[in-house]
Every structure is written in C-alpha cells, then in structure tokens.
C-alpha cells in the first residue's frame, strides 16, 4: 500500500527490530499500545484470580481456606493491581494505539517517554507482587492506604510506597505525553470541536491525572517519612491529624474514579453512534458534560469520609456537590439514547458490551446517589452496599467498555475479524454473572454486612453463596477473552479498512491492519468530508 | 526526527511538555506544605 503523496513513507515501512529487543526499545505508538494492553490482560487475570480467592473464602460462613490476614492482603492487592494495573493500563494503551490515528498524527508526541513509562509499571508491579514473599506478608491495610493501619504493615510498606510511586510517575508521563499529542499534532482541520470524543475524554482524563496523581505521590511520600524517618504528618501522638491523610487521599482518590470511567464515555460516544448509523446526539454537550464531570470530582472528596465528623456545614457541602454530578451524568446517558432513538440499530459484540453498560452503569450512578445522602450513609458506610456501587461502576462501567473497545478495533488491529459468535457468548455470560455476583451485594450491604472481612454473621450465608456463584461464572466466562484475541490475531476472515459500515473517523480511513506508520503526511480533512479516498492500497 | 534546528511543532511540543511537568511538581510540593500546615498549624 502507498499514501496519497509520500514516497518517503515508503523508506519506514516495515523498519522495525524484530525480537525481544523490537519490544524493549520500541517507541513506536501502536507497539506501546500493544503492550499496554497486554500488561492490562495479564493484570487483569492476576486482580482477577485474588477476586476468586476472596469469593471462595466468603463462599460459606466460618473460615474455611485463609488466614484472616492474607484475606486482608487479597482485598488490598486485588484493587491495587485491578485499578492501577489493569484499568489504568488499558487506557493509556487504547490512547497510545488510537489517539494518533485519531487525529492524524504519525505518533505521539514523546515516543521515548512513552516506552519509559510503558517500562516503568511491569517493575512497579514486580515490586508490589514480591509483598507476599517477604515478612509481614503483603500489604493488606486497604487499598485506600489509612494510617495509623497501614503503618504497621510488615516488610511490604516500603515496596507497596515505592511501586506506587513508579506507577504514578509512568500515569504522569502517560498523561502528558497524551496532552502534548492532542495539542500539538492534531492534522490541520482537526479542530479541538470536530475531535472524536474518545480523544475528548482522554484529553480531560490527562488534566485530572496531573492534577492529582502529584496529590497522592505527596501522600504516600509522607506516609514513608511517617514510617521510617519519625515525622507524624498523620500520627496523633506526634501532633498529627490520621483523618488529614483522608482528605488528602481522598483529594485524590474521587477524581481517580472519574478517570477509571471518563475515557469509558468516550468508548461508548464512539460505537453506539456507529451501531446506531447516526451521527452522536448532542456532540458539543457531551464535551461539555465531560468536562463539568470533571470539575466537579474536585470537590466531592468527602463523601468517602461522612462518618469522621466533619462539621454540619461540610457534610450538607458534599452531599450536594455529589448530587450535582447526577446532572451532567443524566445529560449523557440522555444523549446516548437519543442516539440511538430511530437508529437502524445492529447488535455487534461492541454495541452489546456499550448497551450492557448504559443500563447497568446506572445503577451503579443510583446507588451512589444513595451513598451520597449524608445521614443515610452513615447506614451504608463499610458495608457490602458500598462494594455494590463501586463495582457496578466499574465492573460494567469501565471493564465492560474496555472489552467494547477491543472488540470495536481488533478488526484495525489485526486486520482480521474475530469469532462473533464466541464474543456474544462472551457478552451474555459476563453480562448474566456479572449480575449474579454484584446484585446481592446489595441486599448483604443493606441487612448490615460490613465490608473486608474473612468470616461473616450466618443470616448472610445465602446470598454470599449466590454472589460467589456468580463470581466462579464470571471469572470463567473471562476466560473466552484471550482465547477470542488470539485466535483473531492468528487468522480469520480478512477485515476491511472501515470495519463496520456505520463507522466513522480518521482511523477508519487507513487499511486493516493498520499500518507501522500512519499519517506520516497529515491527513486532508477536506478530502476525506467529500468522500474521497485517502489511502489506496496496491 | 531530523536534526537541526527544531521545527515550530517541535518548540511547541518542548514548551507544553515542560509547563505539563512544572504542574505536577508544583502540586507535589504544593499539597505536602498544604498537608503538614493544615495538620501541624
Ligand atoms: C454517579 C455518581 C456517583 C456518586 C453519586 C457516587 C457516590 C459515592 C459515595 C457517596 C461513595 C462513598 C460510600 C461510602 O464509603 O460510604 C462512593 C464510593 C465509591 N465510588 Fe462512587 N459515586 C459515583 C460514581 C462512581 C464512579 C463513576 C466510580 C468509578 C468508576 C465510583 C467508584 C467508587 C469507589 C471505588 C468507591 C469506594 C471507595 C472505597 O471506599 O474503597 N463511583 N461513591
Ligand atoms: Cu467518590
């Protein structure tokens, strides 16, 4: 194949190192991306089997397989590694693959940044993994970090700081070179309101990741000093405040939700419009909405910290700060099925994995609604009710989107199409169990079951047991995953450059597969609004 | 990327790149003076 104009482009095709050290030194964006999703994967099924270990403990009453400490450690390590290891990951890895193709840019804009910081996290998570071998056993005071707890964890205090650390310099690099990609590179045309709105969302993800991945590096920093060095930035008997560290997780820790599932709008902006053969509804709304999403994660932080005793004033603050967020949320989920009202609606893995998430995602939203009323919290506070809403939110909201997304570019990826049959099986089953295994959690939250705890109360026996039916279901479905990419990266019905026919955007424009290097010239956006043909393949 | 003198892009590049990095440190700093004032002050 050849671009329009460039004979020069010729010269780079196919340049590449091959073997390990193709993989080690690359900074190429779509190698990056590739193994960005690959770390994520591999993440996800370790988060994954720790989830296992946890429902089979909580399967009957009474202690059946565990020590309660590494119980403890199987909560804390299961979150660190899902959130920072597998959820984050995916993203950047999405952004590095699509954000330059996107908006016509050859790659991004700090190639060799973008490998460091891929680099960084397999030794951040080394680090973190090393935990279970060493004494004291691995961290297992909550993935939120409070002292005075996690000061007396054993040798793994340390690692856990430090690997957060390396994993929020590679976010802070990841953020800023996704930043300086979509500010500088943009192809000519490419105006800031005629972006795709995953490019949209990941752009305000990257401000909220510089704004507060600092805020928590500064956090754990002082937690270290608190250990090693006798400070007490958080230790009473020293002068210091334990609930001050709470603030200032939390600081961090409520924008951290938002970009977990920012970039999953923009995923579902991208694939319902095309399933639905209509442009998207409310395109400038959306961005607006995205962007009042994101100020106001800045100023809910304490609806984490209700039952501290914060002043009146304080409490009735973050309760109705929290309840704005229903706002621009509402406009979204209104504008997405708007987009699809009288739509000529087909049912690809994408689409289904997208609807699964308008309707499940919004109960998580409900119930965090119900969180958010201050006085019915102090209810809801530590129980399973809590556990419910954040994996609605994440389960169906962000995971289920980053399966929409690789189901909706594998075809460009790879340039074949993959086993539809087999990915509707892997829709319904996660979809079903999904349900199975959250649902009850929040019958168990209500009746009073606290979260983190090994052994429980016999009234919560029968829907402990339906939850970790539905765990064991879908933790097995999950396993279709691979075995559909691999087998799609290995052969398949050959895919065409516009993979769906509703399909619209500058990454539709290159061949399947996409190309080693694309949009070496920028793109004409005139060119490709008249219709024409913007690669020709030989 | 070929050497000489940076192209226009480049310097902007450059320019976003370090204001992007002088935030980062700038909140670092700034929330751990913010913490240890509010909890010691
Ligand atoms: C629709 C708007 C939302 C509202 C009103 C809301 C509200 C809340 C509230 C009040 C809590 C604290 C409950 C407690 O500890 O007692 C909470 C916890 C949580 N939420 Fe949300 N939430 C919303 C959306 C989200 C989203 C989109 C995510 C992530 C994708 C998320 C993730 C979490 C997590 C992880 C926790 C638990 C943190 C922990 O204690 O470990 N929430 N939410
Ligand atoms: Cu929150």
Redesign the pocket.
């Known amino acids: 194949m050849a671009y329009s104009a460039t004979a020069e482009s010729h010269e780079h095709h196919d340049h590449k190192p091959s073997g390990l050290w193709r993989w080690l030194s690359t900074t190429n964006h779509k190698d990056i991306g590739t193994l960005y999703l690959i770390f994520a994967g591999v993440m996800f099924f370790v988060g994954g089997s720790m989830a296992m270990v946890i429902r089979l403990e909580l399967f009957k009453p009474g202690m059946q397989f565990l020590d309660p400490a590494f119980f403890n450690s199987m909560t804390t390590v299961h ?1 660190l590694a899902m ?1 920072f290891g597998a959820v984050m990951p995916a993203w950047v890895g999405l952004a590095n693959w699509m954000i330059p193709l996107q908006v016509g840019a050859p790659d991004m804009a700090l190639p060799r940044m973008n490998n460091f910081s891929f680099w960084l996290l397999p030794f951040a998570f080394t680090l973190l993994l090393i935990g279970f071998f060493v004494p004291g056993g691995a961290p297992a005071g ?3 970090l409070y002292p005075p707890l996690v000061l007396q964890g054993g040798d793994s205090f340390p690692l856990a700081i430090f690997a957060i650390h390396l994993m929020g310099a590679s976010s802070i690099m990841g953020a800023i070179n996704v930043i300086v990609t979509i500010m500088n590179m943009r192809a000519p045309g490419m105006t800031l309101l005629r972006m795709p709105l995953f490019v949209w969302t990941w752009l305000i993800t990257a401000y909220l990741l510089i704004a507060v991945m600092p805020v928590l590096a500064g956090a754990v920093t002082m937690l270290l000093t608190d250990h090693f060095f006798g400070t007490s930035f958080f230790s009473a008997s020293g002068g210091g405040d334990p609930v001050m560290f709470q603030h200032v997780f939390w600081f961090f ?2 924008p951290e ?2 970009i ?2 920012l970039p ?1 709008f923009g995923i579902v902006s991208e694939v319902i419009p095309t399933f639905s053969r209509k442009p998207l509804f409310g395109y400038e709304a959306m961005v607006y909405a995205t962007a009042s999403i994101a100020f106001l994660s800045f100023i ?1 932080w304490a ?5 501290v005793g914060m002043p009146l004033a304080g409490e009735l603050f973050f309760m109705l700060s ?2 704005l ?2 706002i621009p ?1 509402g406009v979204k989920v209104f504008n997405w099925s708007a987009t699809m009202w009288k739509g000529s609606l087909t049912f690809e893995p994408p689409m289904l994995f997208c609807l699964a998430f308008l309707f499940l ?1 919004s109960i ?6 119900m ?2 009323i201050a006085p019915a ?1 102090f209810q ?4 399973y ?3 419910a ?2 994996h609605y ?2 389960v169906p ?2 995971i289920f989107t980053i399966i929409a997304a690789v189901y909706y570019w594998l075809p460009k990826w790879t340039g074949h199409m993959y086993d539809m049959t087999l990915a509707k099986w892997h829709f319904w089953l996660s979809t079903i169990f999904v349900n199975v295994l959250f649902f009850p959690q929040h019958f168990l939250g209500l009746a009073g079951m606290p ?1 983190r705890i090994p052994d429980y109360a016999t009234q919560f026996a029968d829907w402990n047991m339906v939850s970790s039916i539905g765990g064991f279901g879908f933790g097995l479905s999950q396993l279709l995953f691979p075995y559909i990419v691999i087998k799609c990266i290995r052969g398949g019905e050959k895919a065409a450059a516009r993979v769906w026919e509703g399909a619209h955007g500058l990454e539709w424009e290159v061949p399947s597969p996409a190309p080693y290097h694309t949009w070496e010239t920028a793109p004409s956006l005139a060119v490709i609004h008249s219709g024409g043909e913007h690669w020709t393949e030989d | 990327m070929s050497a000489g003198a940076p192209s226009e892009q480049q310097r902007r590049v450059r320019r976003t790149t370090i204001m992007l990095v002088l935030l980062a440190l700038a909140i670092y700093v700034g929330f751990i003076v913010l913490t240890v004032h509010r909890s010691h002050g």
């Open positions: 979150a959130i909550g993935w939120t820790g409520h939700v938002y977990l599932i999953a809910v609806h984490h910290m209700f039952t929290t309840m967020i229903a949320t995602f998580g939203g409900f119930s965090g609604l969180l958010a919290d809801y506070q530590d129980t009710f809590v556990v809403h954040f939110v994440l909201g962000s979260r």
